[in-house]
T-cell receptor, first 112, second 113 residues
Framework: NAGVTQTPKFRILKIGQSMTLQCTQD?????MYWYRQDPGMGLKLIYY???????DKGEVPNGYNVSRSTTEDFPLRLELAAPSQTSVYFC???????????FGQGTRLTVV | QKEVEQNSGPLSVPEGAIASLNCTYS??????FFWYRQYSGKSPELIMF????GDKEDGRFTAQLNKASQYVSLLIRDSQPSDSATYLC?????????????FGTGTRLTVIP
């Protein structure tokens, strides 16, 4: 049972480059989230989605974009990478009714 | 004011002692409360959730919720070195959407053998 799968696990980007962090879940969850976690800090919500075709901004959306064309996939796009986006990114999903969130293994991104 | 606040620690307890972790939240409409454990370099994993006022016990772990005081806590009895991790409090709130899950900054716990 795969759960939430994120790729890649590690990535180094140069300033100004773009990339897409992939996230897919096989639990048929409606809700999906992207968080970033800076060293020694908690998780901050970047974007979330309550279902296919519906996305909305979280606490720290600037510099990111998302799409949700299917229930399973929720990719996060960085268009112009900046050093401030160096962080660990976690994708998560949850089912209906306020249940727990399940996390992917994270993507460690460094922007140099 | 932050949505969820935790004492960042670090908190050190001897093996076999009770570890007490605390969390406050700002949104009175919050309905669901979660404690996650995160080992260094790993993703968060759920330990417990609680929806109603009072205590909820699961093995060595007890979650306590007081909605009037907007306070949730986690007690770990008979602490073990393997409990050493960062503990994240999460609250499902209504700001910006009914199912947003807001996290505190976490409390780092060290259990000393």
């Amino acid at each position: 049972n795969a759960g939430v799968t994120q790729t890649p696990k590690f990535r180094i980007l140069k300033i100004g480059q773009s990339m897409t962090l992939q996230c897919t879940q096989d639990m048929n969850h409606n809700y999906m989230y992207w968080y970033r976690q800076d060293p020694g800090m908690g998780l901050k919500l970047i974007y979330y989605s309550v279902g296919a075709g519906i996305t909305d901004k979280g606490e720290v959306p600037n510099g990111y974009n998302v799409s949700r064309s299917t229930t399973e996939d929720f990719p996060l796009r960085l268009e112009l990478a900046a050093p401030s986006q160096t962080s660990v990114y976690f994708c998560a999903s949850s089912g209906q009714g306020g249940t727990e969130a399940f996390f992917g293994q994270g993507t460690r991104l460094t922007v140099v | 004011q932050k949505e969820v606040e935790q004492n960042s620690g670090p908190l050190s307890v001897p093996e076999g002692a009770i570890a007490s972790l605390n969390c406050t939240y700002s949104d009175r409409g919050s309905q669901s409360f979660f404690w996650y454990r995160q080992y260094s370099g790993k993703s968060p994993e759920l330990i417990m959730f609680i929806y109603s006022n009072g205590d909820k016990e699961d093995g060595r772990f007890t979650a306590q919720l007081n909605k009037a005081s907007q306070y949730v806590s986690l007690l770990i009895r008979d602490s073990q070195p393997s409990d050493s991790a960062t503990y994240l409090c999460a609250v499902r709130g209504v700001h910006g959407g009914a199912n947003n899950l807001f996290f505190g900054t976490g409390t780092r716990l060290t259990v000393i053998p």
